[in-house]
């Protein structure tokens, strides 16, 4: 397996295309041969558009950037699963070996009310940025940070931060959420600032600003875990956990706060 | 070709007390007063380190900030794939690392083709990073007592890399993104998302906005501003195939190139060891392994030619650990010019693995051996992971096959040391500008350059361009500047649309990509530059005529914006191929073979290229005018590079 010695696949593609957010979609058929298990899917799809483009055809808008999984900026169903088959891995990061020869491929834009489909398969996944708006941040303006070393920080709470911290901003786990619930990227930024030492001053307001914005935006958590299954991260569940118990805790530690003015 | 002087306004002390130079400088320079600066408007094109960490800044100075990006959120910038970490001088680790050091190393690694006054600077503010950014939350490794871990990586002796496990550009970008967005939320800072620029306005010498187009909904607009700061990163997919993302172009700088910007040192490329051999012509771009990993994997390659058995079945004596055996001294952590050209040189000789014998080995048997799987896993498992998805191979119990790949470019448009360009107004700022690698960067200092121009330098220098202007209002959009500059951008979006070709974007890209891999690679002559000289234009020829871009200008049409940044990579190669060719001297990342040691290692020629090499647009198919800022070395002795 892999070696550049790939193996040759033949596909039968049903893509999503629709020209716009009030036009109406539909699946199209495309048949390929010849697609190397040694390519990544969106180089599948690359050679798909070179296809179209030859024969005269407008090639399927999807969006990618980075292609190693970091960037965030993929976002397909395939086959009903956000982001593929593969655990733990971003569309970009799938590759071809996971298919097989004859395969029927499903491919779809993320689904959910919250992300409107621009055109083809991209969607608009801008709520995510009001979330950090509201308080995915330590204000710490430039110039004003003490020494790096100052204040230590136990390598569990960092390593755990970091758990956290790891999160691409997809949009995977809303997509995978029969609610369409944004619990997962929330909690993930939420705990990451809320487990480091830096982050305390914040914690009660961030906490229940970010969770606010996100129950504006996005369905409600009921503890499907659908998220973490679909996460290229495989961010832990635990974080959900702790910002409900953050939530609720910041709703009376506000008022407090409040009161000591 | 001219020889004028340049001013790179360098601090009027900088050879005779460096070490003060940057503080002094900034004594000197204006300040804007807190209540005046919000009657200034800044752009910032470009959201990533450098684009970020200035526009957070800013805003928190108090400046009108707009800031534009053609990804959906300022996350995504290509800055978040960065992996090894961010070099501080803070000497945590006690191995006798300081500022001078740093910059000492910053400068030998640069092959004396910095300004020393930039890389000192860089150097004095890389500990203030590392606070800022432990403030805003990085995770950063940390030690059992909760104090900052750090690593060592190629060209240093010294352990000061910052690291946060292999994404540490991703948890920097996300603490400059959160600055950036809480300045949002406080409505200093405006953001524009998926919104290219597409021209820079010019008025009277000085910059005065840009032009841009919504990608989704092709709305060309203007937009006005005192300042016009470009953060949009390097060219490496001139190469068409590199490290860089996607999207990565060089159409925001070369559009302001092309309005009077000088562009300089376009032939420093930086081709990154270890990146994964391509596999197919399918291929869209080459996945980086951290050097990082350098510190432990063992480079090796069979002595023999052709060598088909499996990196198990080969025993000790028929391999050549080439870089242990030639350079003893730094051994597998010798800088990344240095590790590619002696990769290159074992491929080519014809001692390459791989089924296309395309690579050589990066090996953990022993590290795994001496320290246990565990401990390689924790250090290393996220790039063990993301190996084995896009290869299907085990590092763990099989040897990575890794091959150099274009990674950085150290060119870019002009700046003088308070980070402005020749046109006044317009900043230049990470990896767009040419400033501070010289003609090698070294491992993890991109980070640190990124953020250093956006925290802590930018937010200084522009206050003494602006200072001066207090009571003028930004142009008006609707003067004729802006209009014939929206004019012009919108004539070119269609002429796209009209070419009605017969083939892709991409079609031309790769096919360009090949012959600047080829000619201006790791290893150029003047035959080949020359020859790419002649292939370049001819192949823009038949871009021009016979590329297809299908669709229309008024939805997101993903094959347009490629069209034109294709366009401005094939001038962009013209000129690389031009500066390669007058640069008779091998110097880090630039190899000509006419200029080599007896041992192969690269050789300057000081006498005649310690220069910085700012070439003028002339206009459409006219050459650049070559304007040259000689270098000076004050506090760090020009030797021949040796990392034996």
Not at chain 2, 11 to 22: E, H, L, M, S, V
Not at chain 2, 313 to 332: H, W
Not at chain 2, 573 to 585: G, I, M, S, V
Request: net charge negative; proline share 4%.
């Amino acid at each position: 397996m892999g070696s550049g010695a790939g193996v040759d696949l033949r596909l039968t593609l049903k893509v999503w295309r629709q020209d716009g957010p009030s036009n109406r979609g539909r699946f199209e058929t495309y048949k390929l041969e010849a697609i190397s298990t040694d390519a990544s899917f969106l180089e599948m799809l690359d050679v798909l558009n070179e296809g179209l483009i030859e024969s005269g055809e407008v090639p399927v808008v999807f969006e990618s950037d980075c292609r190693e999984g970091i960037c965030g900026t993929c976002n397909l169903m395939i086959n009903g699963r956000a982001h593929g088959p593969q655990k733990g891995t971003a569309t970009c990061q799938l590759h071809m070996r996971q298919f097989s020869d004859g395969d029927e491929i499903v491919i779809e834009p993320w689904r959910a009310a919250s992300f409107p489909i621009i055109r083809d398969l991209a969607v608009d996944r801008s709520p995510l940025d009001e979330i950090i708006k509201a308080g995915g941040y330590i204000s710490v303006s430039t110039g004003a940070a003490p020494d790096a070393n100052l204040t230590p920080v136990p390598k569990e709470a960092s390593d755990t931060a970091f758990d956290a911290a790891a999160c691409i901003g997809c949009g995977a786990c809303v997509a995978a959420c029969p609610n369409s619930a944004a619990q997962l990227f929330t909690s993930a930024k939420v705990q990451h600032m809320n487990l480091v030492p830096q982050g305390q001053a914040e914690r009660w307001k961030r906490t229940e600003a970010m969770v606010d914005t996100m129950e504006q935006y996005f369905g409600s958590c009921t503890n499907h875990g659908e998220c973490h299954e679909a996460c290229p991260k495989e961010i832990p569940l635990d974080f959900i956990a702790w910002t409900n118990r953050d939530y609720i805790k910041s709703k009376g530690k506000n008022r407090k706060l409040a009161g000591q003015k | 070709m001219t020889t004028e002087t340049i001013n790179s306004k360098l601090p009027k002390d900088w050879k005779t007390n460096i070490d003060d130079a940057w503080t002094n400088h900034k004594f000197d320079m204006k300040l804007v007063n807190p209540a005046n600066k919000r009657k200034f408007d800044v752009i910032v094109v470009g959201s990533g380190l450098a684009g970020s960490s200035a526009a957070a800044t800013l805003g928190e100075l108090g400046y009108n900030v707009k800031v534009f990006s053609y990804h959906d959120s300022p996350r995504r910038a290509h800055s978040i794939a960065a992996q090894g970490g961010i070099n501080g001088a803070k000497n945590y680790q006690n191995d006798g690392d300081s500022v001078h050091r740093l910059f000492y190393d910053t400068v030998k690694g640069g092959d004396y083709r910095s300004r020393e006054a930039n890389v000192h600077r860089l150097a004095e503010v890389s500990v203030d990073i590392i606070d800022q950014a432990t403030a805003q939350g990085v995770p950063f490794a940390r030690d059992y007592g909760g104090l900052l871990d750090n690593r060592s990586f190629g060209g240093a002796q010294v352990s000061r890399t910052f690291y946060a496990r292999g994404q540490t550009g991703q948890q920097l970008l996300l603490g400059a993104y959160s600055a950036l967005m809480r300045q949002v939320a406080l409505g200093s800072v405006e953001m524009y998302n998926r919104t290219e620029m597409l021209d820079l306005v010019v008025h009277d010498g000085a910059a005065r906005g840009i032009v841009v187009r919504d990608v989704i909904s092709g709305e060309i607009s203007a937009h006005s501003a005192h300042a016009v700061v470009l953060a949009t990163g390097g060219y490496g997919n001139v190469y068409y195939l590199s490290t860089n993302a996607m999207m990565c172009n060089v159409t925001a700088a070369w559009r302001a190139h092309r309005k009077g910007a000088m562009f300089a040192n376009p032939c420093y490329t930086q081709i990154h060891p270890t990146c994964i051999p391509s596999s197919d012509e399918f291929q869209s771009k080459l996945t980086l392994m951290s050097e990082s990993l350098r510190n432990d994997g063992r480079i090796w390659a069979p002595k023999g030619f052709d060598d088909a058995r499996s990196a198990g079945d080969i025993p000790d004596g028929d391999r050549d650990y080439y870089l242990e055996r030639k350079y003893p001294a730094f051994g597998n952590l010798v800088p990344r010019d240095v590790a590619s050209r002696n990769a290159k040189t074992v491929v080519d000789e014809g001692r390459g693995i791989g089924p296309l014998k395309n690579g050589v080995f990066l090996d953990f048997a022993d590290a795994i051996a001496r320290d246990g799987k565990d401990t390689i896993a924790a250090k290393y498992g996220n790039l063990f992971d993301m190996y084995e998805r896009i290869t299907g191979e085990d590092p763990y119990s099989q040897p990575m096959r890794i091959y150099p790949a274009t990674h950085y470019t150290m060119g870019g448009l002009w700046v003088d040391y308070e980070l402005q360009s020749n046109l006044p107004g317009l900043f230049c700022i990470g990896e767009a500008n040419f400033s501070d690698h010289g003609a090698n960067r070294l491992g993890a200092s991109a980070l640190m350059q990124g953020l250093a121009d956006g925290y802590f330098v930018l937010p200084y220098t522009i206050g003494n361009y602006l200072a001066p202007q207090l009571g003028d209002e930004a142009m008006d959009t609707t003067e004729e500047a802006f209009v014939t500059s929206m004019q012009d951008v919108e004539a070119q979006t269609q002429r796209w649309l009209s070419i009605r070709g017969t083939k892709s974007v991409d079609y031309f890209h790769r096919e360009l990509g090949k012959i600047v891999w080829d000619r201006i690679g790791m290893a150029r002559n003047k035959t080949g530059l020359e020859k790419a000289l002649d292939e370049i234009p001819s192949l823009k020829e038949e871009f021009y005529k016979d590329v297809r871009v299908l669709g229309s200008a008024n939805t997101l049409n993903q094959s347009l914006e490629k069209a034109g940044r294709v366009a401005d990579f094939f001038e962009l190669a013209e000129l690389k191929a031009r500066d390669a060719l007058h640069r008779e001297e091998s110097c880090g990342g630039h190899f000509r073979e006419e200029s080599q040691t007896d041992t192969g290692e690269a050789l300057r020629d000081d006498d005649n290229f310690s220069y910085v090499a700012a070439w003028d647009w002339n206009g459409e198919g006219e050459a650049q005018t070559l304007h040259k800022e000689e270098l000076e070395s004050v506090h760090v002795e020009r030797t021949q590079r040796s990392y034996k």
